[in-house]
């Protein structure tokens, strides 16, 4: 089912700055800054009203708070990629965007306190930092990795490394921190920190990685997966991903309601994109 907090508005952007690769963008949201919790997303209306761009983009929250005056902030990591993230990413301040928010599952939060690694590859950090501050409120240790093709590429603000234990860069091309991909230094870092349980967003072959990598260690991760989206709110059938459900039948499931957050040792990670055998209905 569709979030039941989600709500669409008209946002104001009060503030977009360049950092590295990314733009950093907040905007001015009500009350639904609020009913915002790490790991939902929102769906933004791109191009203006006559644009040809029919679908929304999906991005992940990065953060999302109240200002003590009651304005409700809401805070994303915009990569420029496309037509519609590059259309987004050159609003200036003042103007206002049409958003749905928030969407999707969250992140999962332990009740007691657990040893959590965080890995983010690229943009994928976005959504980890306001995690990281959630877990460490609940008295969690929290490791961070993030990764990316290079130095450029990784978004970590200063801020957000206050939140964590400990932060671990890797680069593919060693432009910063220790060369090669997050699956390298992560199982030296589970032993070392006694990991309990992996938070994970990024490109799907990281995902699957780390899958192979958490299930060889017998311990959680809960991964915020990255599916091609059309409408974000279950209605296209665009996003699915063939998922176990707790009756151990594999169906396609959507990931913009029953994800983007999901169990990744349920996920079957067919690369080819062919719909597996063994599925419901095949
Ligand atoms: C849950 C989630 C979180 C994300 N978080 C972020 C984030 O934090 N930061 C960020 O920069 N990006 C994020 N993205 C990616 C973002 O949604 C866009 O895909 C990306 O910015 C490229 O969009 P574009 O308009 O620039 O590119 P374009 O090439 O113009 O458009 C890409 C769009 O085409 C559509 N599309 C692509 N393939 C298909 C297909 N097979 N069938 C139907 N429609 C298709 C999708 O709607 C997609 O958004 C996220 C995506 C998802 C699903
Ligand atoms: S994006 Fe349309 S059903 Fe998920």
């Known amino acids: 089912m569709i979030n039941s907090r989600a709500t669409q508005l008209d946002a104001e952007i009060i503030s977009n700055k360049r950092v590295g690769s990314y733009n950093h963008m907040v905007f001015a949201v009500n009350e639904l800054a609020g009913a915002c919790r790490p790991g939902n997303f929102v769906a933004i209306a791109v191009g203006g009203q006559s644009s040809s761009m029919i679908l929304r983009r999906a991005f992940a929250i990065y953060r999302a708070t109240m200002r003590a005056d009651g304005v409700g902030l809401l805070e994303l990591v915009v990569a420029p990629q496309g037509s519609g993230s590059k259309w987004l990413s050159s609003q200036s301040i003042g103007q206002k965007v049409n958003v749905i928010a928030p969407l999707g599952t969250a992140f999962g939060i332990p009740t007691e306190p657990v040893s959590a690694l965080l ?6 950090s976005a959504p980890l930092f306001a995690l990281a501050e959630t877990l460490k409120s609940r008295g969690c240790r929290v490791d961070m990795v993030l990764g990316a093709s290079t130095a450029g590429k990784i978004y970590a603000p200063l801020e957000g490394k206050r939140s964590v234990n400990s932060l671990t860069i890797t680069t593919d091309d060693g432009s910063a ?16 920190h006694q990991t309990d349980v992996i938070y994970s967003c990024g490109p799907m072959a990281m995902l699957e990685a780390i899958t192979a990598i958490s299930q060889q260690a017998g311990i959680v991760h809960q991964c915020s997966v990255e599916e091609s989206m059309a409408c974000g709110i279950g209605v296209c059938m665009t996003c699915v991903l063939p998922v176990k459900g707790d009756d151990g039948v594999i169906r396609m499931t959507r990931t913009c309601i029953d994800g983007p957050v999901m169990d990744g040792n349920r996920v079957l990670w067919t690369r080819s994109r062919e719909i597996p055998d063994g599925v419901w209905g095949k």
Do not use: F, H, N
Request: proline share 5%; glycine share 28%; net charge negative.
């Open 119 to 124: 890995v983010g590859g690229g943009y994928g």
């Open 177 to 192: 921190g220790t060369t090669g991909r997050v699956s390298e230094v992560l199982p030296a870092l589970i032993d070392q």
